[in-house]
C-alpha cells in the first residue's frame, strides 16, 4: 500500500512563533503533494498544491508568505505555519499522488497534524 | 462555479441500509471518490467511480451516472464502527479534487 506520514501529529505553540509539519510519502514517490486544513466539523479546505522542485500554488485565500511549502525531494513536503496567531488553529492533513504504479488518481492522506496556537 | 452537494447529516439503524447521494456541477470529469472520516482523524479511501454504474466492494457500494452528475454510496448491514462523515470528490479537468462538505452518519444501536 501507499503509506503518507505527518510529523508531528499535534503541536501546541504560543501566538507569533512558527510550526513546521512534515509529509513523507513512505513507500513511494511523489511529484505532487496536496496540503488542506479542516476546521471542527467542516470539510477539508484545500490550501496549496505542492510540487517537486518548484513553487506551491496556493489556493484564493490563502496567504503564501503565512502558510511556507517546500517540497525538496519526491518523498518529503514541509509546511511551516509563521508567526501563528489562535485563528490557525486546525487540523492540518497533506495528500500525496504517486508518481508511477497506481491505477487511480487516489490521494494517500497523511494521519494529519493537530495545531493549537495559545 | 463548481459545487457537490451532499446532505449533511443522515441517521440509521444498526444493521439497516443507509444511502448518501452526492450530486456534482464542475468543470470537467476525470473521477469520483468517496471518502470516509472518523473524527480527528485523516479521510481514508472507499471508492472511485469514473465509470457510469455500480462499484461493490463488501458492505459498500458506489454509483456513478455521469449524465446526471450523481453519485450514492451505499452501505449495507451498518455497523456502529460506520459512525463517520462520508465525503464525496470529483476530480476535475484539471485533476484537482473538488469536494463536497461531507455527510455525517450516526448510526442508532
Known amino acids: 500500500g501507499a503509506v503518507v506520514s505527518q510529523h508531528p501529529s499535534w503541536v501546541i505553540c504560543k501566538s507569533g512563533t512558527s510550526v513546521k509539519i512534515e509529509c513523507r510519502s513512505l513507500d513511494f514517490q511523489a511529484t505532487t503533494m496536496f496540503w488542506y486544513r479542516q476546521f471542527p466539523k467542516q470539510s477539508l479546505m484545500l490550501m496549496a498544491t505542492s510540487n517537486e522542485g518548484s513553487k506551491a500554488t496556493y489556493e484564493q485565500g490563502v496567504e503564501k508568505d503565512k502558510f511556507l511549502i517546500n517540497h525538496a525531494s519526491l518523498t518529503l513536503s514541509t509546511l511551516t505555519v509563521t508567526s501563528a496567531h489562535p485563528e490557525d488553529s486546525s487540523f492540518y492533513i497533506c495528500s500525496a499522488y504517486p508518481v508511477t504504479g497506481f491505477s487511480s488518481y487516489e490521494q494517500y492522506f497523511g494521519p494529519g497534524t493537530r495545531l493549537t496556537v495559545t | 462555479g463548481q459545487n457537490i452537494d451532499q446532505p449533511t447529516e443522515m441517521t440509521a439503524t444498526e444493521g439497516a441500509i443507509v444511502q448518501i447521494n452526492c450530486t456534482y456541477q464542475?468543470?470537467?470529469?476525470?473521477?469520483l471518490f468517496w471518502y470516509q472520516q472518523h473524527a480527528g482523524e485523516a479521510p481514508t479511501f472507499l471508492s472511485y467511480n469514473v465509470l457510469d454504474g455500480l462499484e461493490e466492494k463488501g458492505r459498500f457500494s458506489s454509483f456513478l451516472s455521469r449524465s446526471k452528475g450523481y453519485s450514492y454510496l451505499l452501505l449495507k448491514e451498518l455497523q456502529m464502527k460506520d459512525s463517520a462523515s462520508y465525503l464525496c470528490?470529483?476530480?476535475?479537468?484539471?485533476?484537482?479534487?473538488?469536494w463536497g462538505a461531507g455527510t455525517k452518519l450516526i448510526i442508532k444501536p
Open positions: 464542475t468543470s470537467g470529469f476525470n473521477g
Open positions: 470528490a470529483v476530480l476535475d479537468s484539471n485533476y484537482q479534487l473538488i
